[in-house]
């Protein structure tokens, strides 16, 4: 998951723990349930703290209040309260990249952030890309090479490859590969992206 | 094809579907036009039916069509501004979830939905479905909630107490001596087996032949693992109306189940999908997400999503069955293929459907066949790209290799002395050349521990669209133009080249042009399944914008006083074709019209007389096995591909890259595991199913062979199914060249590489 390796910072993960520790009494009930009655369908929830809290970020430049409860993720803060739909839900555990979205320029899932992570933080999603009308180099790569189908992939590829190309110029195709390793398309698109990220670094260079 | 089926549409392997398919009701006789390829131009009569305008033909050039055209909704892409059923936030929408049985077969006996009904924001928790489980995550409940994670709460709050029953999860479970019945009221296993004479006959004509080759291939189920699951937001609108934005490759088909489930006139319902998350076969459905869906939003009187979770997306979304084929093959010295045998047993999960295409495209002689279907407790099969034929493709393709090996000829050279399509008889020598097939080693030849090999594969399919899809085109007073259709665009860029038919046909630049798909309450159009989309509706398309260019240009000749045959549409003008001095631009000609707009349908007639009904594709391959740890990189890929008329070769391109893409990711990675105890499936998620990543891509390059079939006025094919046929074949081709034997299980998965080799050792 080259793209993804600055997650870090500790609290990215705990939700990510309280989910694999999920999985794990899921499993164990499997085997029980069929000898006891009435076992939970589900894994065992984690209690739910109830109540909401104010946090203050910056969502592609705008400082943004929010209220959420402490077990909100940031993709369910973008895509269910403040409508930026953008940002997809696949595989919600960090496996697919459907949700990467930039925090103080460096690549996350969303889907493994908690919402309240992101106070104070600098945070761009999809939408926040372009500059008005001028799409990001890598989005206009993206649109003149078809490095698309779906579409579904295609805001987590386009991120992925924005931050890649900041750290990044002029990346090789094993480099973009590795750069992009942390997303999942289905349609088949990654050889229209080597080609869309060529172009992304020379539009990015001044190149027509 | 009727788009109201909500049915899969094509069965190629159908004879009656294809005798329909093929008929040329449209037109007979006629005015004479120039079909075909290079080096084989024909001349079929055909009769253009009045309203429509004469078919484009061989040697005819274009101003938009044939252009790489990036797609109209690329920036929406982009951006984040496309919006799925998926991104759907309604004012007062309700979430939803399914309840399910972790268990491949139960009986549920009791549940408790008090606990989820006592979480805050939660408004529903009862039964949906049947208690009678018969694969595992089949749901027997619903939640809805104010929140998604509430909803998610509430299904983990649910208790349910099940009776345990013996399952046959896996094939070799189902058929096993004592293994219980998925289905109550027949075997496990049904099909039908080889007739007896046909066996006659093929070891009558196996007895004239030189050398007869035998195998065992065997494929595993793979999931379609459409990033956007299926699911819909369903929006009831009393008293009898509703709006559904789904996740489908069939709106018209989904628009009538809705109507169905909520009993309203489907003239009252209206299906939305601007955008779809990827399909491939999977989504012809409203499916049970969307029917809940549906129901929810009556009950409570608001709108309702509900998406599959993405483990139920593995286990209720669809999948390509397995199979198991055994094959004999008689060859003759000189290349002739004289007797084949095969058995084909696969499953298709409880829902059925399995089944591979084998034999197809390479003449066998005398052929028997025995096909079986094993019902298995597992979710149900759908059909995915090209249903049937990657299984069959890969098993054939690799016992061919064999018969080539038998007797010492070029697979490639076998393969053209069996195979007379014309189109694919040109793929071969051109595709041989351009990918350097001279250099191809004998088999198991390389030294060392990484050996190289080339193979290739071939590839067809049957349609070319069909009656079904009217299109409405608009020219408004201001110079603008609307083309409508209400299809889904599934990601392949039909949206895209239905613009570029109307601009072409109307002379004027595509800018101008603004295409609608993905509405119901636009013309009927087809569910996108079978290579059919473009087929269909594009004739239809050119047909309408023909319609309104005619009225546009009647308006016109009253001005200049002439017919309006008079004149024509071109370059974003008007022109006088017998009197070159008159032209007016395509604006100042619509300011002439007398009320806001011109408006015309255009409907899809049959076919023509067709140069060829099928399709052809040749695909090559080259890899590189590491013998040591099994892996398998394909470093090279060349797939030689016909889609007839090539209306945007930059989207063409992508559909056939794909294709390559998922190709290798059935060689290589594909399988849906399920424990055998459990009947769950291990790998119901995005990390342990493996699917082709960025590292794994082969350098590729595709030339889309430009086939004038004269199937109808556009003579577009589809690239759904005819690219998806051969890869795992041609890449399964080259790993045999690169070991000197094959490998007979897809996919090729280390374990099964050193197995191979481990086996041929000790064989030795």
């Known amino acids: 998951m080259g793209g993804h390796a600055d997650e870090g910072k500790g609290s990215v993960s705990r939700r990510g723990f309280l989910k694999s520790a999920g999985v794990a009494a899921a499993a164990t009930s499997l085997i029980d349930d069929a000898k ?90 999809v939408e926040g890309l372009a ?78 | 094809m009727n788009a109201d089926d909500p049915v899969i549409p094509v069965d190629p392997q159908d004879p009656a579907q294809r005798r329909r398919r093929n008929q040329q009701d449209g037109a007979r006789g006629g005015k004479p036009f120039k079909f075909g390829q290079k080096g084989d131009v024909r001349e079929v009569a055909v009769n253009v039916p009045p309203d429509e305008p004469p078919p484009w033909q061989f040697g005819d050039t274009h101003a938009v069509v044939g252009q790489r055209t990036p797609r109209v909704d690329a920036v929406a892409k982009v951006t984040g501004k496309a919006r799925y059923a998926y991104d759907m936030n309604l004012p007062g929408m309700v979430w939803a979830a399914f309840v399910r ?98 066996v006659a006959a093929f070891e009558k004509a196996a007895q004239g032949c030189d050398a007869v080759v035998t195998g065992t291939a065997t494929t595993e189920v793979q999931t379609h693992m459409c990033l956007e699951p299926h699911g819909v937001t369903a929006r009831f609108e009393a008293p009898d109306r509703a709006t559904v934005w789904a996740s489908t490759q069939a709106t018209f088909g989904a628009r009538g189940e809705v109507a169905r489930v909520l009993k309203v006139p489907e003239a009252n319902v209206t299906v939305i999908a601007h955008y779809m998350g990827g399909g491939f076969g999977s989504k012809f459905s409203l ?132 195979d007379k399509h014309p189109i694919r008889a040109r793929q071969y020598v051109e595709g041989a050349k351009r990918f350097g097939w001279d250099k191809r080693t004998a088999s198991g030849s390389g030294k060392g521990p990484i050996k190289k090999g080339m193979g290739v594969a071939s590839s067809l399919w049957y349609a070319l669209g069909g009656r079904g899809a009217q299109v409405l085109c608009r020219i408004r007073k201001d110079g603008s133009v609307e083309i409508r259709n209400g299809a889904q665009d599934i990601g392949v860029g039909t949206k895209t080249i239905l613009a570029m038919v109307a601009a072409e046909e109307l002379g004027i630049p595509l800018s101008r042009v603004t295409p609608f798909l993905g509405d119901t309450n636009d013309p009927i159009g087809p569910a996108s399944g079978g290579s059919t989309t473009a087929p269909t509706i594009m004739p239809a398309a050119r047909t309408a914008a023909f319609m309104a260019g005619r009225s546009l240009r009647e308006i016109v000749a009253k001005t200049w006083d002439c017919g309006a045959d008079d004149l024509a549409l071109g370059g ?20 002439l019209m007398p009320g806001d707009e011109i408006a015309e349908l255009g409907k899809r007639t049959g076919n023509y ?147 191979a080799i481990a086996g041929k050792e000790k064989g030795k």
Not at chain 1, 45 to 58: D, H, L, N, Q, S
Not at chain 2, 373 to 378: F, G
């Open chain 2, 609 to 755: 007389a067709a140069y060829e009904g099928q399709t052809g594709g040749v695909h090559f391959a080259e890899v590189e096995v590491d013998t040591e740890d099994g892996t398998i990189a394909v470093t090279r890929y060349l797939a030689l591909q016909d889609a007839g008329t090539i209306l945007n070769p930059l989207t063409a391109e992508s559909q056939v890259n794909g294709a390559i893409v998922q190709g290798v990711s059935y060689a290589l990675f594909e399988e849906r595991i399920l424990d055998r105890q459990l009947g769950q499936q291990v790998n119901a998620d995005m990390e342990m199913y493996k699917i082709a990543g960025p590292k794994d891509m082969p350098r590729a390059e595709v030339i889309l062979t430009e086939v004038v079939n004269g199937a109808n006025n556009v003579g577009v094919a589809g690239l759904g199914e005819g690219p998806s046929v051969p890869v795992a074949a041609a890449i399964a081709g080259a790993v045999h060249n690169a070991l000197g034997f094959p490998v007979w299980s897809l996919p090729m998965t280390p374990d099964r590489v050193l197995a």
């Open chain 1, 131 to 208: 500059v008005g009308d001028r799409l990001h180099p890598v989005q206009q790569g993206f649109v003149e090479e078809d490095a698309m189908q779906c579409g579904f992939c295609t805001p987590g590829m386009v991120m992925s490859c924005a931050a890649l190309l900041a750290k990044n110029p002029a990346p090789t195709r094993a480099e973009c590969a590795e750069g992009i390793s942390g997303n999942i398309c289905r349609c088949g698109t990654y050889l229209n992206i080597f080609r869309a990220m060529d172009r992304a670094s020379a539009l990015a260079k001044g190149g027509k």
């Open chain 2, 287 to 418: 499916g049970v997400a969307g029917a809940a869906a549906c129901t929810l939003s009556k009950e409570l009187g608001r709108p309702v999503k509900l998406m599959l979770e993405r483990r139920a997306e593995h286990a209720q979304g669809g999948n390509r069955p397995s199979s198991v084929q055994e094959m004999s093959l008689g060859v003759k010295k000189d290349g002739t293929l004289a007797a084949y045998k095969v058995s084909k047993t696969g499953t298709g999960g409880i829902g059925g459907g399995a089944g591979a295409a084998n034999p197809m495209i390479y003449d066998f002689g005398e052929v028997a066949e025995a096909d079986f279907e094993v019902a298995t407790n597992a979710g149900a099969a759908a059909a995915m790209r090209a249903p049937r034929h990657p299984q069959g493709s890969f098993a054939l393709e690799t016992i061919m290799n064999l018969a080539a090996e038998a007797i010492g000829m070029d697979p490639l050279e076998l393969r053209r002395k069996n």
């Open chain 2, 572 to 591: 974003g003008k008007v022109i006088h074709l017998k009197d070159r001095s008159k032209s007016m631009t395509f604006e100042k000609a619509c300011a």
């Open chain 2, 101 to 198: 049985c972790p268990h491949a077969r139960a009986k549920v006996t009791a549940v408790d939905y008090s606990e989820a009904m006592k979480i805050p924001g939660v408004l529903v928790a009862k039964d949906y479905g049947s208690k009678d489980i018969r694969y595992a995550l089949q749901h027997f409940g619903v939640v809805a909630a104010e929140t998604h994670a509430a909803c998610l709460e509430a299904v983990r709050a649910v208790k349910a107490t099940f009776e345990v029953l013996p399952h046959a999860a896996r094939m070799d479970q189902a058929l096993a001596p004592d293994a219980p019945r998925v289905h109550s009221e027949r075997p496990n296993k049904t099909g039908d087996d080889f007739r007896p004479e046909a």
């Open chain 1, 36 to 125: 006891k009655a009435m076992e939970p369908v589900g894994p065992a929830p984690a209690a739910a703290v109830r109540g909401e809290t104010e946090i203050r970020f910056k969502l592609n430049g705008k400082e943004t209040v929010a209220k959420v409860p402490p077990s909100m993720t940031l993709l369910e803060l973008l895509r269910e309260r403040l409508d930026m739909t953008g940002t997809k839900q696949v595989c919600d555990r960090g496996a697919c990249g459907a949700c990467t979205v930039h925090l103080d320029g460096r690549t996350v899932n969303s889907c493994l952030l908690l919402a309240m992570d992101a106070t104070g933080r600098d945070v761009t999603t």
